[in-house]
């Protein structure tokens, strides 16, 4: 029988696994950042129709520039933002691989800021570049000065900037993003999958678009639009950035049926969005109980929670997995990272580890 160690598999890929979280059956899932919430009835019929509407012209190739879908990132970013700075692709993660393929590739490099965001070294791998894993400071924060020695010392092509970070929660502060735009040679990305979670929203590095044209800011439906099974995430940046993309991306990369589906979605952002503020709250109590109850979580402003003072992470993760409740253990010693769920998931999680104690 063949195995992949049987296969003529490129050799910077043999013995790799892939990403995988787990997706297990049960009750309470908060273990990938998943929005808690279903999408709202009368927007899923608007889709629906929107979609009815497209399917009958699927005998043609879709609009490779999905001009449509452009104009609406652009109208709901604000920002000054016009269609051509807009990106789009089947997940954030497709966008960030178009920009590795675009501006990295064998013999270049990526560097960021650890612990992070675990697909940006599989991403660089994918594509052949070395990946460039710089530790961050105390409590996981980025200082404008760490962020220039980084860049001083390892002259990367492309740096990832994941803020609010997967799996810490820590945003960074836009002189952060300044400090990168201005000492790398290379392209600055903004991974801001979590943006719309951040207790200060007004923190983006959108407003730097403008004066920096090698700076690109990602964004995903995934999170706060409750569109992770849809597959959409896009980004901004210059004009000229976007023609670097068009160079990498699969012919008709975006289906009709995803644009027609984010198209109408974002026509209703405000319903899309209606209970980030709800997730928001929950994320703010079980930093708040876990704290009360002497787990040490992290501050975060993204819609999950790193739990630190975890004595066993493995055993706390069978345990709550056995109570019906998965979360996520990153890896990081005496952490697991929770997601924030509807206000009674987060309290059965909540309660289960009232019962299982902290360290
Ligand atoms: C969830 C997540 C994404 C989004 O991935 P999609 O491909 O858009 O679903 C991107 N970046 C980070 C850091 C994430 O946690």
């Not at 900037?161 to 836009?174: E, F, K, M, R, V």
């Not at 924030?340 to 580890?353: F, H, K, M, N, Q």
Request: with cysteine.
């Amino acid at each position: 029988m063949t195995t992949l160690d049987d296969l003529p598999i490129r050799d910077d890929l043999r013995g790799l696994t892939p990403y995988g979280a787990p997706q297990l059956d049960v009750p309470v899932r908060l273990n990938v950042n998943e929005n808690a919430y279903r999408v709202p009835e009368a927007v899923a019929l608007d889709i629906v129709q929107e979609i009815a509407r497209a399917l009958p012209d699927a005998n043609r190739y879709p609009d490779r520039e999905f001009d449509a879908l452009r104009r609406a990132f652009a109208d709901y970013l604000g920002h000054g933002l016009e269609p051509e700075q807009l990106w789009a692709g089947n997940g954030s993660n497709e966008v960030l691989q178009h920009v590795l393929q675009a501006f990295g590739g064998p013999g270049r490099s990526l560097l960021s800021f650890t612990p992070t965001y675990s697909m940006y070294p599989l991403l660089a791998q994918g594509v052949g570049m070395r990946w460039v894993p710089v530790p961050r400071g105390a409590g996981f924060t980025i200082t404008p000065d760490a962020v220039r020695a980084a860049i001083a010392e390892h002259d990367p092509d492309v740096v990832f900037l994941c803020s609010p970070n997967n799996p810490t929660g820590t945003a960074i502060d836009l002189e952060v993003v300044e400090a990168a735009a201005e000492a790398a040679r290379g392209i600055v990305l903004v991974d801001e999958a979590y943006a719309e979670f951040a207790h200060d929203r007004s923190q983006t590095a959108l407003s730097l678009l403008e004066r920096h044209p090698r700076l690109l800011v990602s964004r995903t439906m995934s999170k706060a639009f409750a569109f992770a099974g849809i597959r959409v995430g896009y980004l901004a940046a210059h004009p000229a950035v976007i023609d670097a993309l068009r160079l990498v991306r699969l012919p008709y990369h975006l289906s009709a049926i995803t644009q027609a589906a984010a198209v109408a979605a974002l026509r209703h952002s405000d319903e899309m969005l209606s209970r980030v503020d709800e997730l928001r709250t929950q994320r703010d109590r079980i930093v708040e109980e876990l704290t009360a109850l002497g787990f040490q979580p992290y501050p975060s402003d993204a819609n999950f929670v790193l739990v630190g003072g975890v004595a066993d992470p493995q055993a706390t993760f069978r345990a709550l997995l056995d109570r019906g409740i998965l979360v996520r253990d990153v890896g990081l010693p005496h952490t697991l990272r929770i997601t924030a769920g509807t206000r009674a998931e987060t309290s059965a999680v909540l309660a289960a580890l009232a019962d299982l104690g902290a360290e």
